[in-house]
C-alpha cells in the first residue's frame, strides 16, 4: 500500500539534499533528533546537505534561531543515522547546538523539536511519542498503529549524537509531545530571543550564571554570603515539587530518590510554610521541624528570593536556627554553622557544600555590599574544563600574556564568555597530537564554519603542521600533515 506522505507547514525555508535513496521502504513509525554541532542557519545547513561530497542529510534542521529547514521530504529517506533500517523509518531533524559536550540546545531550538514532533506525529497519525531509553528494547519493539518512537544516531554509529543534554531530555520530549497530542495542547515555544524560564533547558554553566543573577544587590545586603546560599540551594535543587525541585535536578546532576522527605504546606506564625521533620531531637523528645518556605514557589525567581530569608530567618523556639551566620566572611564557617543548626544530618554535608562552591567558584559573587564586583580573567583551555586553569588575573592584559605562553588556552570573563584566544603558533611547528576518541571531525577549514570532509581521524597520533583560531575551538584548528583536513585541538593532547 503507498503511503500519502505530508510535509510540515511549520518549515521556513526549503533546500532539497541530493543525498537520500528515495522513497521510503518503511512507513513512519519513528523519530530521530541529532544535534549539529554547531549554532547553525537554516540556510547554512541547507547549502552543507546541498553538497554530494558531504554525503549526508536529514528530513529537517532546526537552526539556532528555532526556525525549521526542510532538506529531504519525509516520502524519502535520509542519509543520516548510519542506520538504512533506522532512516527508512524515521523522520531525522538536525538540531543546532553547542560545538562541544553535553551540545546543548538553544530554548528555542527545544522547543520548536517539541512543536515539530507534535506535528510529525499527527500528520502520520500518532497519538503517542515513545521513549525506552534502552537501544535493545527499542529496536526489538513493534509500534502499534497510533505510536511513534524515539531512537538516536549513538545506537548505530560510534558517536555521541544527539549529545548528552538532549540524550537527558528524551523522556522529557516524549512526555511534551504525548500530552500536546492528548489535549490539542497550541505550540508554546517563547518568542525569537527569550531565554529559558526553566533551568532543566539550560548546561550547568549557564543554569549558574542565571540562578547567580537572581541573588540581587538587597540579597547581598542581608548579611549572608552569596557563595553559600547559592550552592545551598544548588544542593536542595533535588528536592521538593516547585519548579525548581523538579527540574533543577536534571542540570546539577542531583536524584530525586535522594530527597527522603516530604514536605507539605502548614501553618506557622500565621503564614503559609513548608516544613520537614528531621531525624534530630528536641529536648522533650519531640523531632526538630525546619521550615522552608522557598520550596513552595512555582518559578526559581521567587524561589531564590527567599532563600537567604530563610537561612537568616529560620528559628528553633524562641533562637535562630543559624547564629552567627549573618555577616559571616568565610564560607566554610558559614556552611559549618548551617550543618551545626541541625540543617542536614549527614557527615559530608558540609564536605559537599564546599566542594559546590569551588567547583563552580561561587565566591566570585561574594561581593562587599556597595562595592562593584571584581571582574577575574580566567586562563583555561575551556570554560568548562576548570582543571586546565593556568590562572585569574584582574588585569585583561596579563591574562592575555599568560594565554599567549600557553598555546590552546583562551582568557574567559566572569560569565565564562571567551574574551581572548592566545596565539597558538606561538608552539613549536610541526608537533605531534594525540587523539583519543574514534569520530574527531576533519573539516575544510580552521573552524566549525566549514563543512566536515565526511572523515574522521579515528585514534591515533597525528602530525600538525598549522595552528590557527577558529569558529568552535577554544583550543585552536590543527592542520593534519596528510592534507586531509582540519581537526580541532580541544580534542587533542599534545604528544
Given amino acids: 500500500m503507498t503511503m500519502a506522505y505530508t510535509n510540515s507547514k511549520l518549515v521556513a525555508y526549503t533546500k532539497l539534499s541530493p543525498n537520500h535513496s528515495g522513497q521510503r521502504t518503511h512507513s513512519i513509525d519513528r523519530i530521530t533528533p541529532h544535534c549539529v554541532v554547531g549554532q547553525c542557519t537554516a540556510e547554512g545547513l541547507g547549502d552543507w546537505f546541498a553538497r554530494t561530497s558531504t554525503q549526508a542529510s536529514s528530513n529537517y534542521g532546526i537552526d539556532r534561531d528555532g526556525r525549521v529547514g526542510l532538506y529531504v521530504e519525509e516520502k524519502n529517506r535520509s542519509w543520516c543515522s548510519s542506520s538504512n533500517a533506522n532512516d527508512q523509518r524515521a523522520v531525522t531533524i538536525e538540531c543546532a547546538s553547542d560545538t562541544s559536550e553535553p551540545y546543548a540546545f538553544r530554548d528555542a531550538v527545544y522547543q520548536k523539536l517539541v512543536t515539530l514532533c507534535v506535528d510529525i506525529c499527527r500528520r502520520n497519525g500518532k497519538d503517542k ?293 592566545g596565539k597558538g603558533t606561538a608552539s613549536p611547528l610541526p608537533f605531534l597530537a594525540r587523539v583519543s576518541i574514534d569520530d574527531l571531525n576533519i573539516r575544510r577549514g580552521p573552524g566549525t564554519d566549514y563543512s566536515r570532509t565526511g572523515q574522521y581521524t579515528g585514534k591515533g597520533v597525528f602530525t600538525i603542521v598549522e595552528v590557527r583560531n577558529g569558529q568552535g575551538s577554544s583550543s585552536g584548528w590543527g592542520r593534519l600533515k596528510s592534507g586531509a583536513g582540519w581537526i580541532s585541538l580541544d580534542y587533542a593532547a599534545r604528544v
Fill in 129 to 421: 511519542l515513545i521513549w525506552f531509553g534502552d537501544k535493545d528494547k527499542t529496536l526489538d519493539y513493534t509500534p502499534k498503529p497510533g505510536e511513534m518512537v524515539l531512537t538516536v544516531h549513538r545506537w548505530f554509529a560510534n558517536k555521541s549524537c544527539p549529545g548528552n543534554w538532549m540524550y537527558a531530555r528524551m523522556g522529557d520530549l516524549a512526555q511534551r509531545v504525548t500530552a500536546q497530542l492528548g489535549n490539542g495542547a497550541p505550540d508554546n515555544s517563547p518568542a525569537k530571543g527569550t531565554q529559558a524560564s526553566s533551568l532543566k533547558e539550560l548546561s550547568e554553566a549557564d543554569a549558574i550564571r542565571k540562578v547567580s543573577a537572581l541573588f540581587t544587590a538587597d540579597q547581598k545586603k542581608s548579611g549572608i554570603l552569596a557563595s553559600v546560599s547559592l550552592a545551598q540551594f544548588i544542593l536542595e535543587s533535588g528536592y521538593g515539587k516547585s519548579e525548581l525541585a523538579q527540574n533543577a535536578n536534571n542540570v546539577f546532576g542531583m536524584k530525586k530518590s535522594l530527597s527522603g522527605n516530604t514536605w507539605g504546606g502548614s501553618s506557622w506564625d500565621g503564614k503559609s510554610v513548608y516544613t520537614k521533620k528531621t531525624k534530630e531531637q528536641n529536648s522533650d523528645g519531640s523531632y526538630v521541624m525546619v521550615t522552608a518556605d522557598f520550596r513552595k514557589y512555582p518559578c526559581i525567581e521567587d524561589s531564590i528570593a527567599d532563600h537567604s530569608a530563610y537561612l537568616l530567618g529560620a528559628v528553633n523556639g524562641s533562637k535562630p536556627r543559624y547564629a552567627g551566620l549573618k555577616e559571616c566572611t568565610d564560607y566554610k564557617k558559614a556552611v559549618q554553622i548551617i550543618k551545626d543548626g541541625g540543617y542536614a544530618t549527614s557527615l559530608t554535608y558540609v564536605q559537599k557544600l564546599c566542594s559546590i562552591i569551588e567547583r563552580w567558584e561561587l565566591t566570585q559573587y561574594d561581593a562587599v555590599p556597595g562595592e562593584s564586583t571584581v571582574e577575574w580573567y580566567r586562563v583555561r583551555k575551556a570554560w568548562a574544563d576548570s582543571k586546565s586553569q593556568k590562572g585569574a588575573f584582574k588585569e585583561l592584559p596579563n591574562a592575555k600574556k599568560c594565554a599567549d605562553e600557553n598555546p590552546g588556552y583562551s582568557v574567559f570573563d566572569n560569565n565564562g564568555k571567551a574574551v581572548y584566544t
